[in-house]
């Protein structure tokens, strides 16, 4: 049986939830990731994504010139747009069971946790997506 902890991203890079909104961006971007783990005084307390990011930003329609738009983003923290409630799994768990939970939820990718609830990995689709590969080229 294939494991989420088999496929998952180890140690992922987190973003503190006291964090910038616009520093948020600029690491998504030099890292090229599309999600960050958030902590909470170094504890694991939920996730931000790209598509929150964007969410939070004024819209097209707004009066706000780009400096306008680039200081609210700069004192915008991370803890105003993350998701503190994430989905979560147990690096224990079936493979099959987290491409489950992201299917049906519409997900991107999965917080995984460890019984405590401290972070030990990601898994995302692109995860997903190389272990079908691997076990498609093996099978």
Known sequence: M?????????NPITVEETT????????????DVRRFPVTCNGKFCGVITELMI???????????????????LSKAIVKDAMNPQP?????????????????????NGLCVTDRDNRLVGLLTVTNLTEALIALSDNG
């Open 2 to 10: 294939q494991t989420v902890e088999q496929w998952m991203t180890k």
């Open 20 to 31: 910038s909104i616009i520093e948020a961006m600029h690491l998504m971007k030099e890292h």
């Open 54 to 72: 964007k969410s939070f930003m004024p819209g097209q329609a707004s009066s706000m010139d780009t400096w306008e738009v680039h200081y609210i």
């Open 87 to 107: 989905f979560t799994i147990t690096p224990d768990a079936p493979l099959s069971e987290a491409a489950r939970v992201i299917h049906d939820n519409k997900l």
